[in-house]
């Protein structure tokens, strides 16, 4: 048996249903945990209500998102002059992490404006990871930091996962990990295996997709197999949130689940 759990991200799974019906679906398919990253769009306690309906556990959300186009459209922490959006947005999280009980929070960096240098932007992502920890302090949760390559998104705060391990290790705090998206990682110059194990002690939360189209494992470049019992290798028995986009339909994108090892649960019934 493998040692970490899968989570269904149902912002890229379950895409045929409303997102009400997702959840349901996820746990007939055997997930037993669901992650998502824009839980603001619905009230808390109707997110709840569902959770609870299918027996699943919140695994993860996001930080919230500003507005679309804007620097910090997918997160403000790295972005200089967003200094009390962050803030606003950090606590909202708080209160949707303590509904939902979800262990983890992706804090988004945010992307670069053009007028910041990458050092200004990181100096500030420094400094509001340091806010969001005290504020953290007397949680149930983790926060996160992923990296996004730069074929995504050239211009994130963060574009290698060393560096998001790098601000963990400078803040130095059991609640701050860093996020290892397989699928980034390998877009970020690969070596996924040696990464993993270089970054063990930091890993917090595990997200895949196969490179380069971020279909399911098993369609692209990265030999899943490896990556599994790698995460077996150093201990990792946390959750892995399967964020990529289905080539057929969710439930025949999920054939990947029994060749690398995870056995879909039997189905529950509504």
């Not at 197999?225 to 339909?249: H, K, R």
Request: net charge negative; charged share 20%; with cysteine.
């Amino acid at each position: 048996m493998r040692k970490a759990k899968l989570a269904a991200n149902l912002k890229w799974l379950f895409k045929e249903l409303d997102f009400e019906s997702r959840f349901q679906a996820a746990a007939h398919a055997g997930f037993q945990g669901v992650e998502y990253p824009n839980p603001y769009a619905f009230e808390p306690t109707k997110l709840r209500g569902w959770l609870d309906r299918a027996g699943l556990k919140q695994v993860l959300i996001n930080t919230p998102g500003g507005p679309t186009g804007s620097p910090s459209e997918f997160g403000s922490a790295g972005v200089p002059g967003c200094e009390q959006e962050f803030r606003n947005g950090f606590l909202s999280a708080l209160e949707y992490a303590d509904w939902l009980d979800a262990g983890v929070i992706h804090v988004m960096a945010g992307n670069v404006p053009p007028e910041v240098t990458r050092r200004q932007a990181a100096a500030t992502l420094v400094a509001n990871m340091s806010w969001a920890l005290e504020q953290a302090q007397n949680t149930n949760t983790v926060l996160v930091m992923e990296a996004i390559n730069r074929f995504t998104m050239p211009r994130h705060s963060l574009d290698e996962i060393e560096h998001a391990a790098e601000i963990a290790a400078v803040l130095d705090s059991p609640k701050l990990g860093v996020l290892f998206d397989v699928f980034h990682v390998q877009r970020s110059g690969g070596n996924v295996l040696e990464r993993l194990q270089n970054l063990a002690p930091q890993i917090a939360h595990v997200q895949v997709a196969d490179s380069p189209h971020r279909h399911e494992p098993g369609t692209g470049e990265i030999a899943y197999s490896a990556v599994f019992d790698q995460l077996d290798n150093i201990g990792y028995d946390g959750w892995i949130g399967c964020e990529y986009e289905p080539t057929t339909s969710t439930l025949e994108s999920l054939w990947w689940r029994g060749p690398l090892g995870y056995e879909p649960a039997q189905g529950r019934a509504s």
